[in-house]
Structures are given as C-alpha cells and as structure tokens.
C-alpha cells in the first residue's frame, strides 16, 4: 500500500514517512520511528535534541533564549530586573547584587496567576459577556415585535379616523341639507305670494281696461282704485349660504406621541409549576444557622502541569471517590483520609465527571473518548458510546437510569436519560423550538431530586435548571443577592439531599447555594471554601466539596 496515495490510520514517521510514529523530538517538534531517531541526532549537530515517547509529546519544558547571550537558555530569573537570566548574566556587572529564583519557581506562580485570571475569564467574565449579548438579542427580536405591534395599532387608528371623519362628513351634508331645505321653503312660499300678487295685478288690469270701455257709467264708478295696494312692494328676501371654512389639523389634536428610549431592565424568572413527590417522605431536618466543617481530607492528583480536583461522589458514609486533572480516579477513607484505591481511565484521558450507582459501582465520561464508562469488579465496561456528542455530567439515579449532559463540537448541549445504553429521554429544545441550555457551555452539572426533578448547573446561563420527570422546565434559579463576594453567580458541581434540597457549588463567590425543591433560597455554605466545584451528598446528608486548586475534599455539616 503507497502511503502517499491511500488513506491511513496511524500517523507516519516525518523521515521515512512509513513506518509508525514511536518518539518526538521535544526540540524540533519532529514526529519519528526508533529507527529514525539516529538519524535526525547526525543531521543537526547544533543544538540538543531531546527525544521522547510519541505519547509524551511537547511534555518538555523550553527555556527562553538569553537576550544577552543567544546560544544560552536562562534557567534562572532575577527578581529585581524582573526577566529570565543565564548563568553569563549572573556572573556579570549588570546582576550584582540582584536575588534570583529559578525560573521554574516563577514559572510556578506565574502560572498559578494565569490560572486564576483564565478561571476568571472562563467563569465570570466570559459567561457575563455570553449573557449581555443573549440579553441584546432578545431586545433586539422584542423590539421589532413592539414596532410591528405599534404600527399595527396607527394602522387601525388610521382607519377610526377615517370612519370618524367620514360620519363627520355626513353630519355636515346633513346640516348643510336641513338649512338648504328650510331656506329653500321659505323663498318658494315668498316666491309664490309674488306671484299670486301678479295674478291679482293682472286681474285687476284686466278689470279697469273692461270699465274704460264700457258705455255703462255704473261700472267705472264700481272701480276703486288698486294702486295704492299694490304700490308698497314686499321687502326683498336675501339669501346666504353657509361658508365652509375646514380647520387645519394639528398632530397633538388627534393622538399622543412619547418617542421611545433605550433603557435596562431584568428578566422575570419562569413561573414555577408544582412537582409531585415521589415516594414517601424522610423525616424532616432543619438547617443549621451556621454549617460545619467536620473534616478536610488532601487528595493527591497525579498532574506534573498545575494539578487540580474536580470532582467528588460518595460511596458510602466513609468512603468517597474523587477525580480531578490527572487521568486516575482515587478512593479515600473519609475518616483516615488515606488512599484506598487508584484506577487509570480505560483511555488515558481523565475523567470529566463521575457518579456512583446504588450497587456501589463507579461511573464516570471520557469526554474526549465519547464514553460512559463503568467500573465493576475491578474492570472498566463502556456502556455507552457517543458519535456526534460528547459526554460531560453524569449521574446515576436509584432506578439505573444514567442522565447525561452531552455536547456537539459546535457547542450544542442537551440531557439524555439512558436505561444501559438505551436512550430513553432528551431534554434539548422548549416547545417554542428554542435551544434550553446556554451554547458553548461544556461543563453542566447533573442530578436527580427525591421528587424525580432533573437538576441542571448551566455556568453559562449562569443558572440552575431544574425539569419535572417529563423534562418540562419547572424553574431556572440565577442565584441570590447579595453573594458572599458580590460577584455573578458561577455554578459547578450539583447534588441533592434528603429533604430534596438542591445544592449547587458558587466558584465565582466560594460557596454553595442551598435551595428547596421549588427554587427558593434558604442559605449559603462557605466555611471557607476557595473554588469549590464538584459536590454530594451521603446517606446522613453530610455534604463534600471538591475544592479545585487546593485539592482537598472538606466534609460539612449543614443539617441537624
């Protein structure tokens, strides 16, 4: 087979290009076969090579160049000058007197300070940013909507005006009619005495000119003259018509106009729904005014590059699994706090969560594998592997049933309820279509609550969200002012206890919210907790916290 022309599925040597890949070279960033590694040393004589397992790759530490001194590497660091130094530039004028370090020393803290800013990018700023810009698109959507609505309303206004205009119009005509009518009337009746008078006239000529010709004396004398009767003339009747004169509209005449602003507001929490509980109820414990750090137990991680704790699962009242940067997972005795056990990922990747079964046994997501593993008897089962998605929180509920928080590489998230590997439920979308969990978080939480609800930590959405056994959403808990550090509310690890508490750890303010089963606050658990993030609970509701950076495991008690 020509490896330049068929596909392959292992990665070849640089030099040869076909043997398999077996060492490195830290140096040159070089990928090479044993049998290769001779011949990569002869051809560059100039500087060291440093060869590695291929696993172990870019796993060496490269020193800065000297500024001064090109050829030399500067292990140390001045602490005055503050820059990395080589052993010429110790030994010269220009550093007398100066304190150095080693700049693995600093490199150490400079670190440690990277870490923390990054965490705080990560966790506080980032999803700030994530939730101002989901903020603006739904103003943004809503604002086109208030228009549409307002030019909705002038559109309909515009046809009142136009029937209140068009009744006013025939009011008038009808006005304008009823005084045409009435003058009208009364110039026909004047009219009509003119003429009834010329007609009398008339007959009254008539009457004179018959009398002037008559040889009969009697008639002429019967005339009495009519010109006096007739010589007054009615007064002349002048009409007017009504002008019509319209009057010019002014805008502030017919509505009322306040221009719009831009201005902030909040968003109101869902509306809660009842949720049924779910088998019979545990004996009611109260809280206590001021929770307990009962014991604090330091967890080894196995990470030669900043090593941190991220998670914690109870397998009984004394012992506990724990997980964090490295790819082991360990057992602790609660009580000792010594190590009892250590198992190595199936993969070689480290764990991204775990949760423990009711029968005892470890589960825990190879995120970048694709896997929910289990380990029984000593052994590591794959239970369920993914194609398109990758496993993050997982927890496993007294039925067997596994929920998972789950990721596309395009950052898309949902949850998915599993019976073996049978999927059984998906909580991805509400029933607007619309996604439910914030895009690009790929740390969610999981747990499940005595009354089946499925309790959700969103660092993104920067809330809890907690589902009826249907997955319908019930609440959404965003935190509660004012936080022990005043800072946004960053949610990690989630658990619940016997009273159907729902416990999320704070990382952002170094504490843990406890709410009750309908998203109320009841109170915060700090008992100095520095970045808290993974959580349970055991059987006599203690609470562990995984504290990441510190790596210890503190056992409290918040319950009386």
């Known amino acids: 087979m020509d490896p330049h022309t068929s596909a392959q599925d292992v990665m070849r040597c640089d030099l040869c290009e076909t043997a398999v890949v077996q060492m490195h070279c830290d140096t040159c960033f070089v990928n090479l076969c044993k049998a290769c590694v001779g011949e990569h040393f002869s051809a560059d004589f100039s500087k060291p090579h440093t060869i590695v397992d291929f696993k172990a790759r870019k796993s060496t530490l490269i020193y800065p160049k000297c500024r ?20 010429t530039c110790i030994a010269s004028d ?24 990054h965490t705080e990018l990560n966790e506080t700023i980032y999803p700030a940013y994530q939730d101002i810009a989901c903020d603006v698109e739904k103003s943004l959507g809503l604002l086109h909507k208030e228009y549409e609505k307002l030019s909705v309303a002038i559109t309909k206004q515009e046809e009142i005006w136009q ?9 008038l005509k009808s006005k304008i009619d009823e005084m045409k009518n009435k003058q009208l009337e009364t110039l026909q009746k004047y009219f009509d005495g003119i003429k009834q008078k010329i007609s009398n006239i008339q007959d009254e000529i008539n009457l004179i000119d018959d009398a002037l010709i008559s040889t009969n004396i009697s008639e002429i004398f019967s005339i009495l003259s009519p010109v006096d009767k007739y010589r007054k003339f009615p007064k002349k009747i002048m009409f007017a018509v009504p002008e019509f004169s319209p009057n010019k509209i002014q805008e502030g005449e017919l509505y009322n106009f306040k221009p719009g602003i831009l201005e902030e507001h909040e968003y109101k929490l869902l509306t809660k729904s009842e949720s049924p509980e779910a088998g019979s109820s545990p004996p009611v414990k109260h ?37 964090g940067s490295d790819k082991t997972m360990k057992l602790y005795s609660i009580n000792q706090g010594s190590l009892l056990k250590s198992i190595t990922t199936k993969s070689g ?16 997501t190879d995120y970048d594998g694709r896997t929910v593993n289990i380990l029984k008897n000593e052994q590591i089962e794959e239970v369920i592997r993914l194609q398109n998605w990758r496993p993050s929180g997982v927890f496993s509920n007294d039925r067997g049933d596994f929920l998972v928080t789950m990721y596309t590489d395009n950052k898309q998230s949902k949850v998915v309820r599993y019976s073996g590997s049978t999927e059984k439920q998906t909580i991805q979308f509400d029933e607007t279509g619309k996604f439910l969990f914030s ?78 089963q309908d998203g109320e606050f009841l109170r915060y658990i700090d008992c100095g907790l520095s970045f808290p993030w993974g959580l349970c609970t055991d059987t006599n509701d203690y609470l562990y916290v995984a504290q990441q950076f510190k790596k210890e495991v503190k056992k409290i008690k918040y319950q009386k």
């Open 68 to 87: 001064s001194h090109d050829v030399e590497t500067c292990e140390m660091y001045c602490n005055q000058c503050d820059i990395p130094v080589c052993n």
């Open 94 to 117: 220009q550093h007398l007197g100066h304190n150095f370090l080693k700049t693995l020393e600093v490199l150490s803290k400079r670190r440690e300070k990277i870490m923390m800013e």
């Open 163 to 171: 029937r209140e205009i068009k009744e006013l119009v025939t009011k």
């Open 287 to 323: 809280l206590l005014d001021e929770p307990e750090a009962v014991t604090t137990i330091k967890i080894d991680v196995d990470c030669w590059f900043f090593p941190q704790l991220y998670n914690v699962a109870c397998l009984s009242a004394e012992e506990i699994w724990t997980s």
């Open 349 to 364: 990747n480290r764990p991204e969560n775990i949760a423990v079964t009711k029968s005892g046994d470890l589960v825990y």
């Open 439 to 516: 895009i690009g978080s790929l740390d969610n939480f999981i747990s499940e609550n005595r009354n089946l609800d499925i309790c959700v930590s969103d660092w993104g959405a920067r809330a809890v969200m907690v589902f009826n056994q249907a997955g319908n959403l019930r609440f959404r808990y965003t935190g509660h002012t004012p936080a022990p550090k005043n800072k946004p509310f960053c949610p990690r690890g989630i658990t619940t206890d016997s009273q159907s508490h729902i416990l999320t750890a704070d990382i952002a303010n170094d504490c843990v919210h406890i709410i009750d």
